[in-house]
């Protein structure tokens, strides 16, 4: 029984630390000038890495919140890396703003060849 009420109580503890999110505390995790010397195609890669991590965690943390205990597993095991991976996102938005950076388009395919008008033919 004892054991059910250090496990609620922790629960209700960490379930605050779940609204630390992209606040002032999170800086806290990263340091700010972190992305001050990336170019616009290292920030892309950066970003999409960071996007790819943040989404990730949070699939970790959902998919542990379904287990028993699972806020408390998911709270302890994730959110610390969580706030971090979503701090250094947030700052390297930031330094893409200042850059003025813009998202390189995607590749075009190649259009496949008919044949049509080949020499020898």
């Known amino acids: 029984m ?3 009420a250090v496990l609620a109580a922790s629960g209700l503890s960490l379930a605050g630390c779940a609204n630390v999110g992209d606040g002032f505390v999170s800086g806290a995790f990263v340091d700010p000038a972190k992305y001050d010397l990336f170019d616009c195609a290292q920030l892309e890669a950066e970003r999409k890495k960071l996007e790819a991590s943040a989404a990730e965690l949070q699939g970790y943390i959902d998919k542990a919140r379904t287990g028993t ?4 597993v998911g709270e302890v095991a994730y959110r610390n890396d969580y706030i971090s991976t ?3 996102l947030k700052l390297a938005n930031e330094a893409w703003e200042r850059g003025k950076c813009s998202a390189t388009p995607p590749p ?3 259009v496949p060849n008919s044949g049509a008008g080949r020499p020898g033919r």
Do not use: D, K, N, Q
């Open 2 to 4: 004892l054991s059910i």
């Open 108 to 110: 075009v395919a190649p």
């Open 69 to 72: 205990a699972g806020t408390v």
């Open 86 to 88: 979503r701090a250094s």
